[in-house]
Each structure stands twice: as C-alpha cells, then as structure tokens.
C-alpha cells in the first residue's frame, strides 16, 4: 500500500531550479513528510522533513500544500552532482522503519 | 569514523553457502537499521535495533536471515544457504534519537551477488 505516489523520472536544465512533486493524499495527522535522495551506487542521504510549514535547509526547500496531500521539494540551482533518485517517505516522526519507494529518477543536464 | 561503514563492499557468494556483513553505526547512535535494495528498486526494511535489543524484524524475508548487535553498537546481518533471490545490495543505516526522529545516515552498503 503506497502511501506517495511520484512521478518516475524527471529531467532538469543545470542551474535551474529543480521541482519535484509528491502526492500523499493519504497522510495522517501525525506523520511526517521526509525526503531523501540516492546518487549511484551509494546509500540514500536525508535531505529534509517537515510536518505541515515549509521548510529550508541548505539542500534543499520543502514546501507542503495546506490540506497536506501534497509536497514539493526544490533544490534551488541544480547541478550535475544533483543526478539521483530522490525519495519521498511519509510516516510518523518517532516510527522505526523508513518505507522507501520508488523515486523520482532526477537527471540534471548541463 | 565520521560515518556508517559497512563491509565487505562486495561479496560474491555461491549458492548454499553462509555470508556474514557487518555494519559499523556512527558511534553512540542507538538506532540501528537493515534494508535490502534489489536492483533498480528502493531499499526495503529489514529489522531495526534499539542498542542491542531487536525491536523489529518484520521485513526479513525468511528464517535464513538473522541479525545481531549484541554490544549495541556493531551489527551483523547473517543469510544461511544463500539463494539466488538474495542478490541485492544490503544498506545499514544509523540514527542519534530512538526512531530515527531527524533522519538516517546510509553507508555505502555491501553489494552481495550469489552465483
């Protein structure tokens, strides 16, 4: 049962801002957004998480819709070293098991 | 060390035998994660230590699949008579707060190819 839904490739131009959508229309109240991002042939890195304000970090910006179903988040100037599948992962902030899916497949082009 | 280190980086097993990968978590991190990522998928939950108790270890796939952290720091994630099935890459992740509340740090993971 998944609980995000995005969309499985995305391509962006190098040094424009990089948007990468996620639907989770079937959040609950207590859960968390999360993102993490996977570069090839590495572990996932945590980017950013957030409950109901947008967030900013010096990754990334998350920005999540008021009724919460939806989130995006924005890597301001993309570069090449952005190339990776990012994660969108929803759950409850003190929960023990991370439930990846499978990721927008983000290529920056230069 | 500054991060989660995990080895062997790769491991070609052949079918039937024992393979033992270890996870060195960032040191004083209490939480300790498994997850096994078949190719071109994302990683999948395995089992989850509190220090060196095994809160939960509901995603191994079968009875061959065993892991211990008995100093509550090491791990090891053990598969017996090794199948096919179990080629994947094996990622350990770490956490500062019981739960992973502010996200995980990932090694680089043990890439295992049973032959």
């Known amino acids: 049962d998944a609980k995000t839904t995005q969309p499985t490739s995305m391509d962006c131009a190098e040094g424009r801002a990089a948007n990468l959508p996620c639907n989770h229309s079937t959040i609950s109240g207590n859960e968390y957004v999360y993102w993490y991002r996977q570069i090839h042939s590495q572990g996932p890195q945590y980017i950013i998480h957030g409950l109901k304000n947008n967030e900013t970090n010096e990754m990334a910006s998350l920005i999540i819709t008021e009724d919460r179903k939806s989130s995006t988040l924005i890597l301001p100037h993309a570069t090449l070293r952005d190339t990776a599948v990012y994660y969108c992962?929803?759950?409850?902030?003190?929960?023990?098991?991370?439930?990846f899916g499978a990721g927008t497949r983000l290529t920056v082009k230069p | 060390g500054a991060g989660v280190s995990q080895s062997p980086r790769y491991k070609v097993a052949k079918r039937g035998q024992d393979v033992a990968l270890r996870c060195d978590p960032i040191?004083?991190?209490?939480?300790l994660f498994w997850y096994q990522q078949a190719l071109g998928q994302g990683p999948e939950f395995l089992t989850y230590?509190?220090?060196?108790?095994?809160?939960?270890k509901s995603g191994l796939p079968s009875d061959r699949f065993f892991a211990e952290r008995p100093e509550g720091s090491v791990s090891t994630l053990k598969i017996q008579r090794t199948q096919q099935e179990d080629s994947a890459v094996y990622l350990c992740?770490?956490?500062?707060?019981?739960?992973?509340?502010?996200?995980?740090?990932f090694g680089s993971g043990t890439r295992l190819t049973v032959v």
């Open positions: 992962i929803v759950r409850p902030r003190r929960n023990n098991d991370m439930r």
């Open positions: 040191s004083g991190h209490v939480s």
């Open positions: 230590f509190q220090n060196e108790a095994q809160l939960d």
């Open positions: 992740a770490s956490s500062s707060q019981g739960g992973g509340a502010y996200g995980y740090t």
